[in-house]
């Protein structure tokens, strides 16, 4: 059986005491006689995972958690306290912005010594400058010295030099979320074909959509150990979910409409009623009518969601997701629709939250919230009304 590109066999990582002269001595002499330091900072705590060739994996989870350590190690950059870290293939990672690079060097100099470093010749260098310059796209920059460049130039320069090489796994941190929107946008399209070419991904995002978007699993860090581990939607949505309770009692106030650049500009529930709130009943049909506003001609995204008036989750989609355009209206507007024919709720109250994501689906710009209430006689417990028969004896009642 073929090994996997990457395999982490209970690694933990911890740093030992060492703010009092006695604790770095207990320290030391833990390391002569045990191998290793007791107490002291534990920052991953006997973590297991493998990714096989072709995958992508997404890490999550809140600062602190443990995150970017884990791709240190993976690098080489940290070694762990303890376990193992097998690696059956070329890496190239962007963990932090101007991580390799000599400030005092051009942009050109340190081109030719990183892409030399990840692995290409001279020859393969001369023959992908041009490619690299024009992903980069940071013109006459490139012939100044690096501690000139803005951080955003910087992994400009950084990622065009990883896109020449296309290693067997590529790690990165948080950078798709650096720059401008443009080139996060550019950088969002290289991977999906790195990925569609049979790349293998190891990410780190707070963005949950990008995660679902690029990735197939997914790790949730929480303290330093793995909290869940597994299909991409099963671990964000958990991860999600949590947030959510943590959140209940100190919700974030919205952005302003005006701040957005993609905009809902009305939500409308079909059957409306002639006054109040919308009601149904369980299994009644369901309109979403969206009409949103883009500062161009591009259409936005339109990401519906539908939550529990405690803020559960319940059910989310986006148009992407269907590979559906909302209709131009002319003057930036689109319009869609969202149809549930049989909106299997339990009763109670509802809200229907719309948002407005850019066209590459890569950023929520805006969102509006709508409630309705859902009626009905039953003594279901849940969420959903779930079809259902019971049987014993050979009869069946539903």
């Known amino acids: 059986m073929t090994p996997p590109l990457l395999r982490v066999e209970r690694v933990e990582k911890r740093y030992p005491p060492a703010a009092a002269q006695p604790g770095r001595f ?50 080489g950059v940290l070694a762990p306290s303890s376990g193992r870290i097998e690696v059956n293939g070329s890496i190239s990672a962007l963990l ?37 310059l024009a992903f980069a796209d940071i013109g006459k920059a490139i012939d100044e010295p690096i501690k000139h460049y803005s951080s955003g130039m910087v992994v400009r320069l950084g990622f065009a030099i990883v896109a020449s090489v296309r290693p067997d796994l590529l790690i990165t941190d948080e950078v798709l979320a650096v720059g401008d929107e443009s080139f996060q946008k550019k950088c969002i399209r290289w991977v999906e074909d790195y990925l569609a070419d049979g790349g293998t991904l190891l990410m780190v ?21 793995a909290r869940a581990v597994g299909e ?48 149904l009943e369980t299994g009644d049909r369901l309109m979403v009518r969206l009409e949103l506003q883009a500062p161009d001609d ?19 989609v986006a148009s992407d997701h269907d590979d559906f355009l909302p209709e131009p ?15 299997n709720l339990l009763p109670g109250g509802y809200a229907v939250r719309a948002h407005a994501m850019d066209p590459e689906g890569l950023r929520v710009h805006d969102t509006v919230e709508t409630e309705f209430t859902v009626r009905g006689r039953t003594r279901a417990l849940g969420l959903v009304y779930l079809p259902h028969a019971w049987r014993a004896g050979g009869r069946s009642s539903s």
Not at 99 to 112: H, I, K, Q, V
Not at 115 to 132: H, M, P, T, V, Y
Not at 298 to 316: F, I
């Open 26 to 75: 207990r320290a030391f002499w833990d390391l002569l006689l045990r191998g290793r330091a007791a107490g002291g900072t534990r920052v991953l705590d006997e973590l297991s995972f493998e990714i096989r060739r072709g995958e992508s994996m997404g890490i999550i989870g809140g600062n602190g958690a443990g995150k970017s350590t884990l791709l240190k190690m993976i690098t």
């Open 96 to 132: 932090e912005l101007g991580a390799g690079f000599e400030p005092d060097y051009t942009g050109m100099e340190n081109l030719r010594m990183n892409a030399a470093f990840l692995g290409l010749s001279r020859e393969q260098i001369d023959a992908s400058l041009d490619d690299i």
């Open 205 to 225: 995002s707070h963005n949950m959509y990008q995660v679902q978007k690029l990735c197939k699993h997914a790790i949730w860090l929480h303290d330093g150990s």
């Open 232 to 279: 991409v939607f099963d671990v964000t949505q958990a991860y999600l979910a949590w947030h959510e309770r943590k959140d209940a009692k100190n919700k974030e106030t919205r952005p302003a409409p005006s701040q957005a650049a993609c905009r809902v500009a009305k939500v409308a529930l079909e059957p409306a009623p002639d006054s109040g709130p919308v009601s």
């Open 298 to 316: 591009r259409a936005p995204v339109a990401l519906v969601g539908l939550v529990r008036a405690d803020g559960t989750p319940v059910y989310g």
């Open 329 to 343: 209206l002319g003057e930036g507007r689109f319009e869609i629709v969202l149809e549930f024919p049989e909106l």
